[in-house]
């Protein structure tokens, strides 16, 4: 299968807040190399660090902690 069509079959585990899912996409994303296995690494570390998307809260409804309104403002999740 191609790339693009391996990186659209790869996403719910990239947007999982779920933590065994954002491993599984760090090694699908190997397969694809550089850059994709930095931007899954990108979202592994931030679902170890908060267990979900800050950036999601309006959506959500889910009140931000200081913390992740601190990490929003330094520009944190660019995508």
């Known amino acids: 299968m191609e790339p693009r069509l391996r990186l659209f079959f790869y996403l719910p585990f990239a947007h999982s807040k779920d933590l065994g899912d954002q491993c ?3 090694d699908l994303h190997r397969t ?4 994709w296995v930095d931007h ?8 170890e660090r908060f267990g979900r998307f800050p950036h999601r809260n309006p959506l959500q409804g889910r009140r931000t ?15």
Do not use: Y
Request: net charge negative; hydrophobic share 45%.
């Open 65 to 79: 902690t200081e913390a992740e309104q601190a990490f929003l403002d330094q520009g944190g999740f660019a995508g």
């Open 24 to 26: 599984r996409s760090v």
């Open 40 to 47: 899954a690494l990108g979202h592994k570390a931030i679902i």
């Open 32 to 35: 694809l190399g550089h850059p």
